[in-house]
Antibody, heavy 118, light 109 residues
Framework: QVQLQESGPGLVKPSQTLSLTCTVSGDSIGSRGHYWSWIRQHPGKGLEWIGYIYYSGSTYYNPSLKSRVTISVDTSKNLFSLKLTFVTAADTAMYYC??????????WGQGTLVTVSS | EIVLTQSPATLSLSPGERATLSCRASQSVSSYLAWYQQKPGQAPRLLIYDASNRATGIPARFSGSGSGTDFTLTISSLEPEDFAVYYCQQRSSWPPSITFGQGTRLEIK
């Protein structure tokens, strides 16, 4: 059974960098055919794709966030990470990691709430 | 960017009734459309992929149809646990891009 678990600070100050990690169990992050993804959900709102990474390191980002986002992978630890720079209150959201296969996301992590506030 | 528009925003029905949810794309997405269910406090769960294929473990009362720009998620007979928010999602092959609809809230009447 594949499981994903997000971790990282729940509170980030404005203008700083949000850093989250997603640890994968039950599957190898180096397995072919999957992209490893970050998706966020603003409070009470819909879902926004942030970007994803292949085990080789190839990345694709949402154009609206591309200038501030970096997704990286550590195959030795079976995890991938998100960095979002220069955060503002508009980046307050639930952040999910998920495995992408053929264009859809399954499974998802339980999510981690990140609040941007001084 | 491909925009997905879901309708209605809210659907009020009773258990046992049939639910029909719509998702319209601003341009053709072929059959690259998925549906998710999200309950309060939980992550979304994949229901349907490639427009009409049920994900593993999804009950047969859930079905998807459509191609191109118009898609439908049908729940044939609502169970109490089906009341939730439903999202559609598309992926573009090149450049790779993914967007979600704004969601339909299915509530108990």
């Amino acid at each position: 059974q594949v499981q994903l678990q997000e971790s990282g600070p729940g509170l980030v100050k404005p203008s700083q960098t949000l850093s989250l990690t997603c640890t994968v169990s039950g599957d190898s992050i180096g397995s072919r055919g999957h992209y490893w993804s970050w998706i966020r959900q603003h409070p009470g709102k819909g879902l926004e794709w942030i970007g994803y990474i292949y085990y080789s390191g190839s990345t694709y980002y949402n154009p609206s966030l591309k200038s501030r986002v970096t997704i990286s992978v550590d195959t030795s630890k079976n995890l991938f990470s998100l960095k979002l720079t220069f955060v503002t209150a508009a980046d307050t959201a639930m952040y999910y990691c998920a495995r992408e296969t053929d264009g859809c996301f399954d499974p998802w992590g339980q999510g981690t709430l990140v609040t941007v506030s001084s | 960017e491909i925009v997905l528009t879901q309708s209605p925003a809210t659907l009020s029905l009773s258990p046992g009734e049939r639910a029909t949810l719509s998702c319209r794309a601003s341009q053709s997405v072929s059959s690259y459309l998925a549906w998710y269910q999200q309950k309060p406090g939980q992550a979304p769960r994949l229901l349907i992929y490639d427009a009409s294929n049920r994900a593993t473990g999804i009950p047969a009362r859930f079905s998807g149809s459509g191609s191109g720009t118009d898609f439908t998620l049908t729940i044939s007979s609502l169970e109490p646990e089906d009341f939730a928010v439903y999202y559609c999602q598309q992926r573009s092959s090149w450049p790779p891009s993914i967007t979600f609809g704004q969601g339909t809230r299915l509530e108990i009447k």
